[in-house]
């Protein structure tokens, strides 16, 4: 009979606990917009931006039921692949490549100023990260061997480029990625950490260069994303973007500001664009072949949507979590 009941009681337990690991899915919402989407800043519940390929930006005020849409003019052919948006008449957008521009509305989207443009050849911006509206940060592709860093304290109305003696070096064939403009993130009030793919995948925090254990040596593989609970504990993925479904050293854990590693007991299902901490020990994370849930510090990861999205962020202000992606998708999580 105590046998019969703890079996019973192991049975319960495990039903519990797959309930628990598929209660979370992805609900599809109606954009109106066909545009590859991979920037993505949610200000509350229900202020959402979103920028991306033909100049386009996008903008809800009502938690993604209702979407205004603008292209920039001017910049018709400009792929704007990150955005910062601090409420619903203030953002930022980043255009990628040559030349490279950073603009700013405060206006809804009514008129947007030119606040920073590089005409460098090569020139490759990848991602933005803000503190806080005054100071914020963007990344680059190297320009010869130097990763190019820019910043802003006054709410990205200037923008200045670090002196070339502080800005850190780049190995051969090392990039990095405007997949989700996730690749770079706060660290702490002052420091921002970033992390690197191509032939080398990287993370550069402080004055340290720390090498990360996952699949690298082509242009096509390493780090995309990473997200930060605090300063010791983070997660980052990536794979390799022409292999969507393959899960070989996709993502890593490190608990020590990356003393240390640790790949996940089942990882992410397939390449991964991006990743975010939401709270506890859950954090989610997306790619082209869908989107995975964890709740235990990133050690299972459950995937719970094979809809393809680029990005995925959380309310700065609020608890909703959105997706962006190609072909003007955009999705919700529900839990």
């Not at 229900?46 to 292209?71: F, P, Y």
């Not at 989207?109 to 606040?115: C, E």
């Not at 443009?117 to 130097?146: C, H, R, Y």
């Not at 605090?230 to 393959?246: L, P, R």
Request: charged share 20%; aromatic share 10%.
């Amino acid at each position: 009979m105590q046998t019969t009941l703890l079996k019973l009681n192991l049975i319960l337990f495990i039903c519990i606990l797959s309930a628990c690991a598929s209660s979370q899915s992805v609900k599809l919402l109606n954009s109106g917009s066909r545009a590859s989407l991979r920037g993505l800043s949610v200000v509350t519940d229900n202020i959402i931006w979103v920028s991306g390929s033909a100049g386009s930006v996008g903008r809800s005020l009502d938690a993604g039921l209702n979407w205004t849409w603008m292209t920039v003019p001017g910049f018709e052919k400009t792929d704007f692949r990150d955005i910062e948006a601090f409420d619903k008449n203030t953002a930022i957008i980043m255009g990628i490549a040559e030349p490279a521009y950073i603009l700013k509305t405060t206006d809804a989207g009514l008129n947007w100023k030119i606040v920073f443009s590089d005409t460098t050849k090569g020139m490759f911006l990848d991602a933005m990260e803000f503190w806080n509206e005054q100071s914020g940060i963007v990344i680059g592709d190297p320009i010869g061997d130097q990763i190019f860093i820019a910043r802003t304290f006054d709410a990205g109305e200037t923008w200045r480029s670090i002196p070339v003696k502080n800005s850190p070096l780049a190995d051969k064939g090392e990039a990095f990625f405007a997949s989700s403009g996730t690749n770079v993130r706060k660290l702490n009030k002052q420091e921002a950490v970033f992390v690197s793919g191509g032939l080398r995948a990287r993370l550069f925090i402080r004055d340290k260069k720390i090498e990360l254990p996952l699949i690298q040596g082509k242009e096509t593989t390493g780090a995309n994303s990473l997200a930060v609970k605090n300063k010791t504990s983070m997660i980052v993925v990536g794979g390799d973007f022409n292999a969507k479904d393959d899960t070989t050293k996709n993502c890593v854990i490190t608990l020590d500001a990356g003393e240390s590693f640790t790949e996940p007991i089942v990882g992410p299902h397939g390449y991964r664009s991006c990743v975010e901490y939401l709270g506890k020990q859950n954090w989610i994370s997306c790619g082209l072949n869908g989107v995975d849930y964890s709740t235990d510090e990133g050690l299972h990861w459950n995937w719970i949507s094979k809809d393809s999205f680029h990005a995925v962020r959380k309310a700065k202000k609020g608890k909703a979590v959105y997706f962006s992606g190609g072909g003007g998708r955009i999705g919700k999580l529900i839990f």
